[in-house]
């Protein structure tokens, strides 16, 4: 197949890149078309360096043009014969350099193959890989062919207003040479003539509306639904949520609507200035103009005050997240204009304020911004060269005195009966431009997603749950009321909020057996958790210490400091309850245990491990749940190495075999063990200890009574040391005890902290000796 046949069958998304390339003049993608077979035959690489056969394929196209010319010329296709007559006049200036002209022909071939050979690789790509959503790219495409169907219409538009332009001059020079001369057999040839002139004027004018028409549909589609979708997909971002918010696509795509609108205002100017010069009466050009002006105009102020956005929220540099804001704290946020135009670059300056529209509520805090609150949008602070203006050193100051309300009381308790807490405050900053450019002048205004404000770091946890909630069910932006009134969550939307929290901290979410363990939590057992929904009260309310939130954020932290790895590669099973524990590991051989949440611990995680009794029955055991205190002094994967119990005869053992449903221990765990925290040497140490030492009991053999014992005639913290001090002293006096549960086996494990201190204290003591 013919080069050319091949690239005008390609997806429209490389199409649209032949569309740029022939946006050039040196090479009109008309000539490239009709003449397309004799062009890919010729030899442009040799004639690049030969000019005698520069000049012989110079002098074909020339004559090729002359063809095509008589053929449009036969056809009655004015507006062709127009466009190769100018192409072949264009052309002609490459008579006295024809190796020239051989040069761009072939360098147009070369970028032609290169589009080729992108499409290639990537239909070969796209059989690797899963495909996008078919709505999406579907959605894409059209929009795509609809961009490229406009800018094609404003391209024959342009060639349109040449020709008007040439007609019109041919009646001024006919008109202007009846009246030098008087003869009246002139006079049927100008009325003609200014027929002709009357109808491509209408014609103009109808195409114009319905370029319009094409835009504002494509207006509509940009402001109202890829606009409001990708506002969405930042808010979901914002709280963990995998999207793309790239702003590139709809760069592109607002900048083309605006360059069409510009040039559609260019040809409204060029009409107003052909009926200064020739007109007549019920000139269709003085009538309608003027509406099709104030109509260009109103399209254009609606796409630029949309093209105006937050690119990146508000967020302080050790926030937990984005859009929770403390006082007197540097935070970042950045604008961005969809509209490029590089000869913008740095002339609008953007604004930053608060509180311009704050609430009439009680109480109500008031704030304002400080640092450096004016910037200029420039093109060296984003990465992709879009129109930015990157504010970095943003404080926000409550030094503002609430304003005094000369309200009732009364009025005030009727506008407000339910006060907000104030991690429940949500507050707005904006941010105001002003786009100039060729006569145009438009006020533009952003505005950040509602930042809730706090004084101490202790508010931290309750705002980003605030921040959270809003996100997750909000579709209006400005709702600053939103917590007066407050919606409930639907299941399959707090857990996917959920779900986002641990992939944004670990790369790994929640998968449906996690999630329904979840669900059961908060709503017993169910058929469908679906139709169930959780309030806010519930999820997280200020000043209750036992929330949902603080529950599951504690978890989320201590996985994040101390188990990333370990979740992330799937090891720990988390969020499953101790009924579906013991029913899942009674099923499994001796020595199978799973690591999992404590439910009453905050920040707790324990490990349960299948036994068998003395009646030869399978008995689930559970360890008190180890915190940051213990998994800050050793990693959770050298006590799981390490963990041994007593059995009869004071034997220690590891219980711990095969993690669930049948991995060997060493075989999940291998890779995290360290030689300098784990070995032979630890491993001695510890059954010394373990023989010689008071410990503390953290197993438990009956789930019914929680996760774990409290510690019995245990030794911890410094007692604990100094007990192994003395025993090192005087080991013939030391006693030797053992805790003696109802099973007649004794279960001991060594703290993390002492065992750290424990090996201290023998290298200083060997040391000694």
């Known amino acids: 197949m013919a080069q050319w046949d091949r690239l005008r069958q390609l997806p429209v998304v490389y199409t649209q890149q032949l569309h740029e390339l022939y946006d050039r003049d040196a090479l009109p993608m008309d000539v490239r078309h009709y003449l397309s077979a004799w062009i890919e035959k010729q030899e442009w690489q040799r004639a690049a360096r030969d000019h005698d056969l520069a000049v012989v394929l110079l002098q074909v196209l020339l004559e090729n043009l002359d063809i095509q010319h008589s053929r449009f010329v036969q056809e009655e296709s004015f507006l062709m014969q127009h466009n190769i007559r100018r192409y072949k006049q264009n052309f002609q200036r490459y008579l006295e350099d024809p190796c020239a002209l051989a040069s761009t022909i072939l360098w147009f071939l070369e970028k032609e193959k290169e589009i080729l050979q992108t ?165 269709p050009v003085k009538s309608q103009r003027p509406t099709l002006q104030r109509r260009t105009d109103a399209l254009l102020n609606d796409l630029l005050k949309s093209s105006f956005v937050v690119e990146t929220q508000p967020s302080m540099p050790q926030g937990k997240g984005p859009l929770v804001l403390r006082t007197n704290v540097q935070f970042s946020v950045k604008t961005r204009l969809l509209v490029k135009f590089p000869e913008l670059n740095h002339s609008m300056k953007v604004n930053v304020s608060m509180e311009r529209e704050a609430p009439q509520i009680k109480g109500y805090r008031r704030f304002n911004v400080l640092g450096t609150k004016t910037k200029a949008l420039n093109m060296a602070e984003s990465q992709s060269g879009g129109m930015v203006a990157d504010f970095r050193h943003l404080v926000s100051d409550n030094g503002l005195k609430r304003e005094k309300k000369s309200l009732s009381s009364k009025l005030f308790r009727r506008i407000n009966p339910i006060p907000l807490t104030v991690t429940e405050e949500l507050h707005i900053i904006y941010f105001d431009t002003v786009f100039e450019l060729k006569g145009l002048s438009v006020q533009l205004q952003a505005s950040s997603l509602p930042v809730v404000i706090i004084s101490n770091s202790s508010q931290q946890q309750s705002a980003w749950a605030s921040i959270l909630w809003f996100n997750m069910l909000s579709l209006d932006t400005k709702d600053v009321m939103f917590f007066a009134n407050c919606p409930a969550a639907t299941w399959p939307q707090f857990g996917e909020m959920l779900s986002w929290q641990f992939l944004s901290a670990t790369k790994r979410g929640l998968n449906a057996d996690q999630l329904q363990m979840i669900a059961h939590r908060l709503f017993g057992k169910q058929k469908d958790y679906d139709t169930c929904k959780v309030a806010w009260s519930k999820f997280s309310k200020e000043n209750s210490p036992d929330t949902f939130w603080v529950w599951f954020d504690g978890i989320l932290v201590m996985v994040k400091t101390f188990l990333e790895d370990l979740w992330r590669d799937g090891l720990i099973m988390g969020f499953v309850s101790k009924g579906k524990e013991k029913s899942l590991l009674k099923k499994k051989q001796r020595g199978t245990f799973l690591l999992r949440f404590s439910e009453s611990v905050i920040g707790g995680i324990t490990f349960s491990w299948v036994d068998i009794d003395d009646f030869g029955q399978p008995d689930v055991k559970t360890v008190q749940p180890f915190t940051k205190v213990d998994l800050t002094q050793i990693p959770f994967h050298e006590i799981i190495r390490n963990f041994q119990i007593l059995e009869a005869e004071n034997i220690p053992e590891n219980p711990l075999l095969y993690l669930y449903p049948n991995t060997p221990k060493d075989e999940a765990f291998r890779k995290y063990y360290s030689e300098k925290t784990g070995g032979k040497g630890i491993k001695c140490f510890w059954r010394y200890f373990l023989n010689t030492l008071e410990a503390r009991s953290l197993v438990s053999s009956d789930m019914a009574q929680g996760e774990g014992l409290e510690p019995v005639n245990g030794l911890c913290g410094e007692a604990a040391g100094e007990s192994w001090l003395s025993l090192l002293s005087h080991p013939a006096k030391s006693p030797v005890k053992e805790i003696t549960l109802p099973s007649s086996q004794s279960f001991v494990l060594l703290s993390p902290f002492l065992a750290v201190w424990c090996v201290k204290s023998m290298g200083k003591m060997l040391s000694r000796l």
Not at 162 to 184: R, V
Request: with cysteine; hydrophobic share 35%.
């Open 119 to 283: 499409a290639d690789l990537a239909e070969q790509v796209q059989s690797l890989h899963v495909e996008q959503e078919a709505m999406e790219t579907s959605s894409q495409q059209d929009l795509e062919r609809k961009m490229a169907g406009l800018r094609n219409e404003v391209q024959c538009m342009e060639h349109t207003m040449i020709c008007l332009e040439e007609q019109q001059d041919e009646f001024d020079f006919k008109y202007q040479t009846h009246k030098m001369e008087g003869k009246k057999t002139q006079i049927r040839v100008l009325q003609s003539l200014v027929n002709r002139l009357n109808d491509c004027r209408k014609s103009t004018l109808s195409d114009l509306n319905k370029l319009l028409d094409r835009t504002e549909d494509l207006i509509d589609i940009l402001v109202k639904k890829e606009l409001v979708e990708w506002q969405r997909r930042q808010q979901k971002s914002c709280i963990g949520a995998p999207d793309d918010v790239c702003l590139d696509q709809l760069e592109k795509w607002f900048t083309c609507v605006a360059v069409c609108l510009f040039q559609v205002r260019e040809f409204l100017s060029k009409l107003e200035e052909l009926v200064g010069k020739v007109s007549y009466d019920n000139d």
